[in-house]
Every structure is written in C-alpha cells, then in structure tokens.
C-alpha cells in the first residue's frame, strides 16, 4: 500500500505500458512458435530483394553499407559506449539515479535478450545469404531489443530533466527514429525475421518503460523525503 502511495499517475502508466509491451512479445513469440509469422516473415524479407535474385539486396552498394552502418548503432559495442557516457554526463551533474536507471535497464535488457534467444531457439533467416555477421539465435532480435531500450530509456531520462515540452518530444522522436532505422537495418541485411525485430521493439519497450516507472518512483521518494526534512 505504501508502494501504490509513492508512485504518480505518470509512473502507473508506464507500468501498464510495460506490461502491455511484454504481453505483446509474447503473444508474437507465441504466434512465432506455431509458425503462424513464417508467411509474412518471409514475404518482408523478399520484398528487400532483387525479384528472382534473393542473394541480391535491393538498392546500391552505398546504400548497403549505409545499413551497416545503421546496424552498428544497435550494436554492443555502440550501445556500450553511449551508455557509458551517458552514464557518466548524469554523474557529473549529480543525477546518480538518473545513471543508475540507466546502467540497470540496459544490463538486464542485455541478460534478458540472451536468455530470450536461448529459449526461443529460432534458427536464422537461411532464405536469404547474410549481410551482416550473426552468432546466436534469431528470436528476438538484439540489436532491436538493446537499441529500444537504451535510446527510449535515455529519451526518457531526459524527459525529467527537460521543462521543454518541444525538447521532449524531440528526445523521443530521435529514439524511435534510431531504433526503427536499427530495426529495418536488420531485416534489409537479412539476419533476422521481421517478427524478430517487433519482438525486439516490445521487449525494448517494455525495459524502457518499466525503467521510467522506476525513475518516476525514485524521484518521487526523494522529493518526499526532501519535503518531509
């Protein structure tokens, strides 16, 4: 009872919405394991191909290593280094929590992910050849999965720290421009399924949001705890 008291209505939504973001993973993973998306799944990753050529991604060479490119910014490495810093540019402005949020939602959204493929199990595309190099399971996408969670995760952080309504959109439209982009990427080299990278957005979403609910509570505490000394 005293939980439900400290949190705001902001941080209850964010909860509903998690759950409703991992109620939507499994359902996918669900329908993904009766091979209900396998129809769909392999029209998508057709249609990224030259038409009776399926080794042959669609557009210039440029362009094909212009979504490499755009892979990498779902990549470990990547994903790793922002996180540090941002990280770090919380500490040095003494928002530990804000850093401690993050750090948190990105160590067991990269726990959950290995788990998830461990236990879904699904093979990678073999329809077409790879334009990227992959090494674990297919379901949920990674890069998907990690990227939604630390781009939406910052935007979040930056939303309680931003008085500007239009900063705070911004924020948010970066994030979900980011991760759309890494999860296309994915689809276009061939390495997942497109119900792989919709899984991995739900499942991003739902560290994300979960994570805000997190932060909201804690600042929520400790304006309590300020007001009451």
Same mark, same amino acid.
């Given at each position: ?6 949190l705001?209505?902001?941080?209850l939504?964010?909860?509903? +919405? ?6 939507a ?5 669900g329908? %993904? ?18 038409? #009776?050529n ?12 212009a %979504? ?6 779902? #990549?470990?490495?990547?994903? @790793? ?16 929590r804000?850093?401690?949020?993050l750090? #948190? +939602? ?7 992910s290995?788990?998830?493929k ?9 329809l077409?050849?790879?334009g ?7 379901f949920p ?7 939604t969670?630390?781009?939406? @995760? ?22 979900? %421009? ?12 061939g ?17 994300a949001? +979960? +994570?805000?609910?997190?932060l909201r ?13």
């Amino acid at each position: 009872m005293n939980l439900l008291r400290r949190l705001e209505s902001r941080a209850l939504l964010a909860l509903f +919405a998690a759950a409703a973001a991992i109620w939507a993973f499994l359902a996918i993973g669900g329908e %993904m394991r009766e091979g209900e998306t396998l129809a769909i799944d392999r029209k998508i990753l057709l249609a990224f191909r030259v038409p #009776g050529n399926p080794a042959q991604p669609i557009g210039s060479q440029s362009f094909q290593e212009a %979504m490499r490119d755009v892979t990498a910014l779902g #990549g470990v490495t990547v994903l @790793t280094l922002v996180t540090v810093v941002a990280a770090l540019g919380f500490s040095f402005h003494r928002k530990v929590r804000h850093a401690a949020v993050l750090v #948190g +939602a990105v160590l067991v959204a990269i726990v959950s992910s290995e788990w998830l493929k461990t236990l879904y199990g699904r093979p990678r595309p073999e329809l077409v050849p790879h334009g990227s190099y992959v090494y674990s399971a297919s379901f949920p996408s990674g890069h998907s999965m990690l990227s939604t969670t630390v781009y939406l @995760t910052l935007a979040a952080l930056i939303s309680t720290l931003e008085p500007r309504r239009p900063t705070k959109i911004l924020a948010f439209v970066v994030a979900v %421009m980011i991760m759309a982009a890494v999860g296309f990427s994915r689809v276009y080299l061939g390495v997942h399924w497109p119900s792989d990278v919709l899984a991995g957005w739900c499942a991003g979403a739902g560290c994300a949001l +979960a +994570a805000s609910a997190v932060l909201r509570t804690l600042l929520k505490s400790g304006d309590t705890a300020a007001a009451a000394d």
